[in-house]
């Protein structure tokens, strides 16, 4: 798939983003949810209904799968597609990153700091 046919899918919303950062291992909702607050430093928290529609949305995007189903706790895994997606928004991210840092550079510089 080349970078074009990923336009589609990007960007992600933070909340998505964190979603499929979170699934680097196969995790039900409960654990997702709180593993996306930690890993977010708290800076995102992720109720049910968003979770779940979320869930819904990337399955029928083929970017994650279903891998197991236990006592009604469903754990959800990317597929290969999910992984390439989340590679070129890490891509996409990383060039924003950097280009802030360049402006803050330059804006403590005009400003004396």
Request: proline share 3%.
């Given at each position: 798939?080349?970078?074009?046919?990923?336009?589609?899918?990007l960007?992600?919303?933070?909340?998505?983003?964190?979603?499929?950062?979170?699934?680097?291992?196969?995790?039900?909702?409960?654990?997702?949810?709180?593993?996306?607050e930690v890993?977010?430093?708290?800076?995102?928290?992720?109720?049910?209904?968003?979770?779940?529609?979320?869930?819904?949305?990337?399955?029928?995007?083929g970017?994650?799968v279903?891998?197991?189903?236990?006592?009604?706790?469903?754990?959800?895994?990317?597929?290969?597609?999910?992984?390439?997606?989340?590679?070129?928004?890490?891509r996409?991210?990383?060039?924003?990153?950097?280009?802030?840092?360049?402006?803050?550079?330059?804006?403590?510089?005009?400003?004396?700091?």
């Amino acid at each position: 798939m080349s970078t074009h046919d990923y336009l589609k899918y990007l960007p992600l919303s933070e909340a998505t983003y964190y979603i499929m950062v979170a699934l680097n291992e196969p995790l039900h909702g409960y654990a997702l949810m709180q593993k996306v607050e930690v890993m977010s430093e708290g800076t995102v928290v992720i109720g049910p209904g968003t979770l779940y529609g979320a869930f819904a949305t990337l399955e029928k995007q083929g970017l994650i799968v279903m891998v197991k189903e236990e006592a009604r706790r469903k754990s959800y895994a990317l597929t290969d597609r999910g992984r390439d997606v989340l590679a070129e928004q890490l891509r996409r991210l990383n060039i924003m990153v950097r280009s802030g840092n360049e402006t803050a550079t330059f804006l403590k510089k005009e400003n004396g700091v």
